[in-house]
């Protein structure tokens, strides 16, 4: 049986609003993921993140429009459900599921990775706890401050991200004062070339994913009716951090002679070649933190969607449970936590590379945004006409604007086949998107009650 247990709603919108940017993790862009990009953008790598950008703040507005009218902690698993079809919901939830848990895994392990580099370069002794056991004592701690709560995790979240930021900015302002701001190759638009920009921009668009989990916390925050805002602004936000970054680290690797995209830690790297190895410590730093507060912000995410289709009959219903007193989804957490804590032990004994296991995690949840956030841009637009809003046409026109977008960054990424461990990805995520399309059709002819059930409105 599930117990049903209400709190007075104690997250603040600031708290929301570090929530949905620790799930979107802008320190990994420029710490990891900038110099991908940069293999097809060069010296416009910085034009790619603000075009996707300009996109996303299209999509991150029809997500607020599925927020307002469907508010549910399950997220997409709900807004699709209600705003397309049950059988959307299923595919989000799933999608979601196994997507954020890769995440889930990922983060504490890359927060392990880069917080064992730094230690070892500021104690540099022969013995040192590995990057696993960190991870670890990560995953332990993000679990009990989930656990007591979002409001106390969320607090957390917040100033741990604020503080990877302020990192990564002290070492950006630093290079500009060392380098000046101008870069001309930046601007020079007749080295632009179409074909290898546009696949920038489908590399770019997997550092804007994770901005719809602030309506995650419907439930718990003071005001919920500001969730629409801070999917809008959090893109915003990271939106421009992104096109600085990008802007910077490129004009930090010309003047020293070197080429951003052939680099694994761009941060550390220009730290280290400045003769700042502090620097490079603090970029490591500042990685190790925002995946910490990813771990938190990941957990709570989770476990929510989990809670949400457990309420509605599609996954048992003790994932549902609450805890007495804080009344959060502890069984959902307790479940989360011992499968990461599997996972990290796995990865130890088979020892496995983490980055490549984060290229792997970040494939699948890469296909997960693109499906659910086109899916996500005609539920909207459906959801307006029904309604007779004026906005719809703008609503349509912004799903005839991003939905190719999105589909040529799904195309970019399975063709030409990626192979290995991304192309295993790749097929997973065709069978949870098959075996969720099964579920609903069996469903629709065996149990149409129970698909229905998927259409309820949050209890908690």
Known sequence: ????????????????????????????????????????????????????????????????????????????????????????????????VLGYGGALLAAPLLGGLFLAEALRILVPLPFFPTENLIALVFTGVSWYLARRGAELSTRWGLWIELFSLACILLLAFWVLWHFGFRDPAQVDWGQW???????????????????????????EARRPQSIPQIMLSSVLLVGGFFVFMAYVETLAFARLGQTLADSNAPLSHIARALGLPELAIASDLAMAAAAF?????????????????????????????RHPRHATPSFALALLAAVVLAGIATVALGHFRVLKLVDIFGTFTGLSFVLLYSLANLAAARCLFRAGNPWS?????LAVLTIPFLLAVLWGTVSPWPGGGVGLAVLAFAATLTGSLILGWFWARKAPKRLLQVLAVDRS
Do not use: D
């Not at 994770?210 to 916390?217: H, K, M, Q, S, V």
């Not at 507060?293 to 599609?314: D, H, K, L, P, W």
């Open 393 to 397: 046409w703008m609503s349509l026109g």
């Open 193 to 219: 070339r179409l074909r290898p920009f546009l696949q920038a921009l489908v590399l770019s668009l997997l550092a804007y994913g994770g901005f719809e989990t602030a309506g995650n916390l419907v439930g």
């Open 293 to 321: 507060s990813a771990t938190i912000a990941t957990f709570n995410s989770i476990s929510r969607i989990f809670a949400g289709m457990a309420e509605r009959g599609v996954l048992p219903a003790a994932l549902a449970r």
């Open 1 to 96: 049986m599930v117990t049903e247990t209400r709190k007075t709603p104690t997250v603040s919108s600031r708290e929301v609003w570090g929530h949905a940017v620790a799930n979107i993790t802008p320190s990994a862009m420029a710490a990891v993921t900038v110099a991908l990009v940069a293999i097809h953008g060069g010296a416009f790598t910085w034009l790619a993140y603000l075009v996707t950008g300009l996109l996303m703040l299209g999509v991150a507005w029809q997500m607020g429009i599925l927020a307002r009218h469907f508010p549910s902690g399950a997220s997409l698993f709900s807004y699709l459900a209600r705003g397309l079809h049950p059988v959307a919901g299923l595919v989000a939830g799933f999608s979601m």
